[in-house]
Each structure stands twice: as structure tokens, then as C-alpha cells.
């Protein structure tokens, strides 16, 4: 794994190239990215950065925001097929259907959703900014809120809101078994419950604190004499772990009987440092993004990434 790491970080200075990675990457990738993220971090980085070549060690989704970003730059993914069954949940001609039953209503659309969804929707957000964004609209503007019907029941709580929900979801964060959940809890009854807000109502209601991967990272930071149980993708303990190496991190029960007893989102796992590797080798597999849908889809990103400054 060392030498390949070592012909990556070669690659990666040859090329003027740098590596975008999610918290649910695997550990290897995670150690050789220049930055390891949650959505709208990596959304930032890539607005910004001056490499000539950007590997995007996430799921697609996020390397086509990064083209859409970056016009000029060539953007890269390990393995195509890293796709999000969130994104799938909301297919492009029925959310046009949809939408045009709405006309008054603004859409704000959740990044995990396709370039094509972007570009029909006025802002974007991420579980980040999601409140912040929605509470930036005025209360009398009706809105429909895509693609995750969690985040938005969640958001809808916070704000106050009755925005109109797409009825999509994320497999991962409704794999969380409540009743394992509280099992556990039981055991470890000093343990704090923090979950994502893509997760069920159930899940966020006994949780102690909710936020996206970065806000649970920084949360653990804050309180790192306390323990807790992670209601999020397994991935993430490997950073947090990095961040509190005292403090116990416990992952929240899968419904399913795995090896970790985790939720794993396979879609992120698809992803090796050997295609990393040969991706950055060969420049290949490339995101492409048509300029009309590029064009229509950075509106409502830097929109977004306005308000988050």
C-alpha cells in the first residue's frame, strides 16, 4: 500500500493534481487525499482550488460539482460506478413533472442530487446549511425541498417550514435500527446519541445532537471526555477517531446483520486506492458535464456557497 501511495503522491506533483476525498472513503484513501470532507467543505475547496486536475474520491454527484465548479479543470473519479441512491431516488423527467405542478415554488434541492437536478433547482444546500439556506427565504415563499424527504422533515421542524418534500431517500441513513439502537444505548447508557439528519425522525429524536459530518466531527471535538454512539455512514469514525484518539465511538446498529453491524454505504466503498491510482494514471474515468446543464446548475451552487460564506 506504501508504494502505491508513493506513486499517487508522485502523480499528484507531476500533474499539478489534487485529491478530494469524503469522511466515507475508505481509511487509505482518506490518508492520501490533500482533504477529507463532508459536502459542502469539499464544495469549497474545489470553488477554489488551482490544481489543473481535481480526483474526486467521493460518489458521483460530488466529482460533478466539482466540474460544474470547475469548467476548465479536468475532474476525476476512481470508479464510475461510485454512484448514491439518494441521487437515484429522483429521477430528472418525473422531478420536472413534479415541478411544473409547483410553479410558484422555490426549489431547493440537497447536493446529493445529479447535475441535471441542479440545474432545474434555485439554490442548493447541504446538511451543513440546509436551516440556514431554507430560513433565508422568505416564510410567506412556498418551497419544494428535494431530494431527501428526512432532511426535509427535519428541517421543516427547525424552521418552522411546511416545504413541500420529494419522497427520496438515503439507504444508509434508514438502515439505523431504533430498536438496536436503544438496546445499545442501554448498554452504554453514558453514551451521547449524534446522528445525521438524513437519518429517520425516529433516530433524530432520541439523538443528542443532529448535524452533517463535519458538525458531528466538531461536536465530538467539543466534548471529547464524553462517548458517544455515531448514527452516520461507519466511515466517519476513522477521522473522528484521528480527532478525540481518547474518546469511545461507538457505530450506531445496522437493520441488517453485517460484519461491521454498521451502516456502510457500498456506493463510497467502491472506491480503492489502486483505482485512485490508476485514475490519476490514466485521467480516467472524467466527468463530463454538458455546458447548457453546467451553465443552469452553477446558479443555484453559488448561491449556496454565497450564503455559506
Known amino acids: 500500500m506504501k508504494n502505491l501511495s508513493d506513486k499517487i503522491n508522485q502523480l ?7 485529491i478530494l476525498a469524503h469522511y466515507y472513503q475508505e481509511e487509505a484513501i482518506q490518508d492520501i487525499a490533500d482533504y477529507v470532507g463532508d459536502s459542502l467543505g469539499l464544495s469549497q475547496i474545489a470553488s477554489t482550488t488551482d490544481a489543473d486536475i481535481i480526483v474526486f474520491a467521493g460518489v458521483h454527484f460530488m466529482a460533478e460539482t466539482a466540474k460544474i465548479l470547475n469548467p476548465n479543470k479536468k475532474v476525476l473519479v476512481p470508479d464510475m460506478e461510485a454512484g448514491c441512491s439518494l441521487a437515484d431516488s429522483i429521477p430528472v423527467e418525473e422531478f420536472k413533472a413534479f415541478k411544473a405542478l409547483h410553479p410558484k415554488h422555490i426549489v431547493v434541492t440537497y447536493i446529493n442530487c445529479s447535475a441535471e437536478i441542479k440545474a432545474l433547482s434555485d439554490i442548493v444546500c447541504t446538511s451543513s446549511n440546509a436551516e440556514k439556506i431554507v430560513a433565508s427565504i422568505p416564510k410567506e415563499t412556498p418551497i419544494i425541498f428535494a431530494p431527501d424527504r428526512n432532511l426535509g422533515k427535519y428541517i421543516n421542524q427547525q424552521t418552522g417550514r411546511n416545504m413541500l418534500l420529494w419522497d427520496g431517500a438515503c439507504v444508509v441513513h434508514e438502515a439505523f435500527s431504533i430498536e ?7 448498554q ?4 451521547k446519541i ?5 437519518s429517520e425522525m425516529h433516530i433524530i429524536d432520541v439523538a443528542e445532537y443532529v448535524g452533517s459530518t463535519a458538525g458531528m466531527i466538531n461536536y465530538v471535538k467539543e466534548h471529547p471526555k464524553d462517548s458517544f454512539i ?3 455512514e461507519a466511515g466517519i469514525l476513522y477521522k473522528m477517531q484521528q480527532e478525540v484518539p481518547d474518546t469511545e ?6 437493520k441488517e446483520d453485517n460484519t461491521c453491524a454498521c451502516s456502510e454505504c457500498a456506493f463510497m466503498k467502491v472506491n480503492t486506492l489502486e483505482k485512485l491510482y490508476n485514475c490519476l494514471k490514466n485521467e480516467s474515468p472524467e466527468i463530463i458535464v ?7 446548475a452553477l446558479l443555484p451552487i453559488k448561491r449556496m456557497l454565497d450564503l455559506s460564506n
Open 188 to 191: 452504554h447508557p453514558q453514551s
Open 290 to 296: 454538458p455546458e447548457s446543464t453546467r451553465k443552469r
Open 194 to 198: 449524534i446522528a445525521h439528519p438524513e
Open 180 to 186: 438496536k439502537l436503544l438496546k445499545l444505548h442501554a
Open 249 to 254: 465511538l461507538v457505530p450506531a446498529p445496522s
Open 230 to 232: 455515531v448514527a452516520t
Open 12 to 18: 499528484k506533483k507531476e500533474k499539478n493534481a489534487v
